[in-house]
């Protein structure tokens, strides 16, 4: 058995991280997808920074930020994801940095079309259907099938791609916020590329909970947050863009600090949050001390595990995520059939077992309840949530 997968299985060793982070009492959070908590290391961390640069203020970004310390955090996080670092520029989030590439992608005339499916994120939608209204394109908007298999995800696709000769985008998601569903990213962006067809990648949860390589996967353009796996403070995100594509995307609208070769003038200039800036190279310690995305990975999908693999089978219970090891990760959705209002049961999660869930809609399959372990659930957590689901169903 791999390493991380045996470690996994190690209650006493994970109890150690867990236990690097202060958590409220109440109910057991099981909606860790939202963002992730900070170590309490790193929680003093960035208080230290924020107490620096109250101090220094402008004297110490201006002479030393700017120029000098900002380009090390970004080398560092560009070697986190494998790239060189002028291949990243830093957001405050993965919003803006997916909005940034859609809106700035240059490569669409009127009457092209661009493609999103039930599965992206809001913002993205919105994002593309801003394209039909301001560019001339026509929005596909197609529905996988479920339950997903690898080859129904990729065949959706595929048929698309045949079907609308005039494609020339996708925006495609990494890890849906829906259902958990984990695209098989690298077959689609190779029959997209088969097409004459770009791809915006959405790795908003991917990173720091499944271990990818860009250029394997085929992918120039990736928006990403910091603040969900990784285990960063909030308001950090980034872009990626292949260096040989940098020209496919204009410059930001505000845009007149950097030189047009620099990614940087792809993003809005802003005065960013510095103090989580300068706490990053604790934050990507941290995350490498506990064995980076691979094991920390590992972890989660054993947690997932657990449960799906208790319940998965009882009538008035149907897991939505398939067990394709390539198509999970920790999020997972249920759903109970005997219950119209899935609403009316996470409540019934909270109230009677003292479980924290959440509802998502959106997804062609229906309503759903996401369920998210974190770096601080046990598998008594999860055996807790596996009775919880048998008495309610
Ligand atoms: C799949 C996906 N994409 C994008 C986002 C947006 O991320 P951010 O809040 O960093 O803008 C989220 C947030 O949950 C998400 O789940």
Redesign the pocket.
Known sequence: MPDNTRRARDEAFWQIFADRYTVEPGPVNLEN??FGRLSRTVVEEYQRNIELINRSNSVYVRQRFEQGDSLDIRAQLAELVGVPAETVALTR????G?QSLIRNYNGLKPGDQVLISDLE?D??KGAMRWLARNRGVEVIEIEHTHPASFDSLLNTYREAFERYPRLKLLAL?H???RTGLVMPVKAIAAAAREHGIDVIL?G??ALGQIEFNLDDLGIEFAGY?L??WIGAPLTL?FIYIAPERLADIDPDMGEMHFPLDDIRARTPYSTPNIPALLTLPLVFEEHHAMGGSAAKGARLNYLRNLWVRAVRELPGIEVMTPDDPRLYCCITSMRFTRHADQQTMVDRLLNDYNLFTVVRSGAACGPCIRITPGLTTTAAHMTLLTKALNELR
Not at 93 to 96: D, G, K, L, M, V
């Open positions: 997808g939202y989030n993965a919003t803006e997916l994120y913002t993205v998601t890890v849906t916020h959405d908003a949860h947050n603040h969900k995100g």
